[in-house]
């Protein structure tokens, strides 16, 4: 992992993950956001049909994925700790299907093993500071004919000076909620080495399309914007 200078520079203020994404609350699901305009047509394609399957959803903010999965026929678990991202859910169709779980993604997950068909992270992979210990959990709570779909900013993007931020409007200053430089190779050994093994990588950069529709993703064309990763539990000869 590299040390990460973020582009916007002196004036950027930089905040805890947490208290980020608690400010960052208010206007997330309104902003010209190109990584989520690129992602959730690839997450669907990547998550395939989910009727009747057992879902968590880590570090599942406003419920943008989380909601569409409950819509979907699935059975919703989802966990985040800035409370002013979840409490944006809450109205949203199906928040009430929901088992909603207050808790750091860094600590040992409260969930028993086994206990998913799916385990899905959108967007939270730059905020985990050590991927082994995340990628075990996940592994741990994983049915063994389930899977983990993991989705993140492109490692690409920290080449550009690129991390998590939002623009205050409060204070017209940007605002970077902590994060790392990790870099693609930080993603897939530490998911090898926690007993996955890598199905598929998907990677999308901005095209002509998506450069006419956001002022925000015009300056990107043709650069690498977004990362899944999909993982199936190893077999034990497998490792
Ligand atoms: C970019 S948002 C993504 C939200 C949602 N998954 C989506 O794709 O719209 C990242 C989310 O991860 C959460 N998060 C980051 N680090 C976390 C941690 N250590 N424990 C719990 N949640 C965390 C943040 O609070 C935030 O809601």
């Not at 520079?9 to 997330?28: C, L, P, Q, S």
């Not at 969930?111 to 730059?126: C, G, H, K, Q, T």
């Not at 990677?203 to 993982?231: H, I, N, Q």
């Amino acid at each position: 992992m590299a040390d990460f200078v973020f582009k916007s520079g002196a004036d950027a203020e930089f905040v805890d993950t947490r208290h980020g994404y608690d400010r960052w609350a208010a206007i997330y699901d309104d902003e010209d956001n190109p990584l989520i305009a690129v992602e959730q047509a690839r997450v669907d394609a990547l998550l395939g049909d989910v009727r009747g399957l057992e879902i968590v959803d880590l570090g599942c903010g406003t419920g943008r994925h989380t909601l569409r999965l409950v819509q979907r026929g699935a059975r919703l678990t989802a966990i985040d700790f800035a409370d002013a991202m979840v409490a944006r859910a809450a109205g949203k169709p199906g928040w009430r299907d929901v088992r909603f779980i207050r808790h750091d993604l860094q600590n040992p997950l409260p969930l028993p093993d086994a206990s998913f068909d799916r385990v899905v992270s959108f967007l939270v992979l730059e905020h985990i500071t050590h991927l082994p210990a995340f990628f075990a959990e996940c592994r741990r709570i994983c049915r063994p004919d389930g899977f983990l779909l993991a989705t993140t900013l492109h490692p690409a993007m920290s080449l550009r000076g690129i991390a998590a931020h939002f623009n205050d409007p409060a204070t017209g200053r940007d605002v970077c909620p902590a994060g790392h430089a990790h870099t693609t190779s930080d993603y897939v050994n530490s998911a090898l080495a926690a007993g996955w093994r890598l199905e598929q990588l998907d990677e999308a950069c901005v095209d002509a399309a998506l450069a006419a529709r956001s002022t925000r993703a015009a300056k990107y064309l043709g650069w690498p914007m977004f990362l899944a990763l999909k993982l199936s539990p190893a077999a034990p000869d497998d490792r």
